[in-house]
């Protein structure tokens, strides 16, 4: 029970097929006391059903997370009605398809900042919104969601490849301004996992196919393995750790050919 007495806030529950539930299920099992941020609230019922296995937790929209007044107004409710935090994760991301579809080179203005907005200034945005309203414990920990896309090409996932790299460095310079409070922040990056954001990659089956073939583990990885490895992040075990990115992907990202 590492997480035994933690408070443990996770943004971007979709489904069950979400890394985010993955995590809180791992979590969970391991002691915290869980809360959710979701997009919608015509999900609330939904996402209510899909929680109640989590005894105690709560769920709160937070629609935009890239909008410094939309995440202040949620985190000042959640501050109020909870008290501080242990630990955040950060699980959202999001690209208009377009720019998913076509070749990385056609990404517009429009299109290149709204990834980068949401799935990366928005990691940012939740530390220091967090810091602000004073809801982080000492020695709090900070997750966050990235993919191999960051620094290798990967057909298809184009302009979240941009994104994700910016949100590693922005895991970095976390790291170095929160360190002096003993607040860490890392990254996992998973493995391909069939949810409904990667519905959105073109052609992620062969992905998945190539990943089961040739990662030295050949095999893809489970919501519950990624969380198992948040879990450890967020944990005490993983005190010495901070600014670092983890790859859970059965080893795929060691290879060459
Ligand atoms: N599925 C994969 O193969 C994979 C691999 C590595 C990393 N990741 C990352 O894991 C994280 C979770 O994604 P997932 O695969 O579980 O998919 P998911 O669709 O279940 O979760 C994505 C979440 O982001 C939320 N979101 C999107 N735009 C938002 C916005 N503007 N404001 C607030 N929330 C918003 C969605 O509502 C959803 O809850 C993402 O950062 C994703 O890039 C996924």
């Not at 997009?39 to 929680?51: D, H, M, R, S």
């Not at 709560?58 to 890239?66: C, G, M």
């Not at 996992?193 to 990659?201: E, Q, R």
């Amino acid at each position: 029970m590492i997480l035994e007495g933690k408070k443990i806030l996770i943004m971007g529950i979709r489904n069950k097929w979400s890394i985010a539930y993955g995590i809180a299920k791992s979590a969970y099992e391991n002691g915290a006391k869980l809360l959710f941020t979701y997009v919608g609230e015509e999900n609330k019922q939904k996402i209510e059903e899909l929680t109640s296995e989590f005894k105690g937790s709560k769920s709160y929209v937070l629609d935009e997370a890239s909008q410094d007044d939309v995440v202040k107004e949620v985190f000042t409710k959640i501050k109020e009605e909870n008290g501080k935090l242990d630990g955040i994760v950060h699980a959202i991301a999001h690209a208009f398809t377009e720019d998913l579809h076509n070749d990385f080179i056609f990404t517009s203005k429009e299109g290149y900042s709204h990834a980068c907005d949401v799935s990366a200034y928005s990691f940012v945005l939740t530390a220091r919104m967090a810091k602000e309203l004073d809801m982080l414990n000492e020695n709090a920990s900070l997750v966050t969601l990235t993919y191999h896309g960051s620094t290798k090409v990967l057909e298809g996932y184009n302009v979240m490849g941009v994104a994700k790299a910016a949100l590693e460095a922005s895991i970095r310079y976390l790291a170095d301004n929160l360190g002096k409070e003993g607040i860490r922040v890392n990254g996992v990056s998973a493995g391909p996992i069939k949810t409904l954001s990667a519905k959105g990659i073109k052609d992620f089956g062969s992905i998945l196919t190539v990943v089961e073939q040739k990662a030295p583990l050949h095999k893809n990885v489970t919501t519950t393995q990624v969380g198992n490895v948040a879990t450890f992040l967020l944990s005490e075990m993983s005190e010495a750790i901070t600014g670092q990115v983890i790859y859970a992907d059965n080893g795929y990202n060691i290879m060459g050919v």
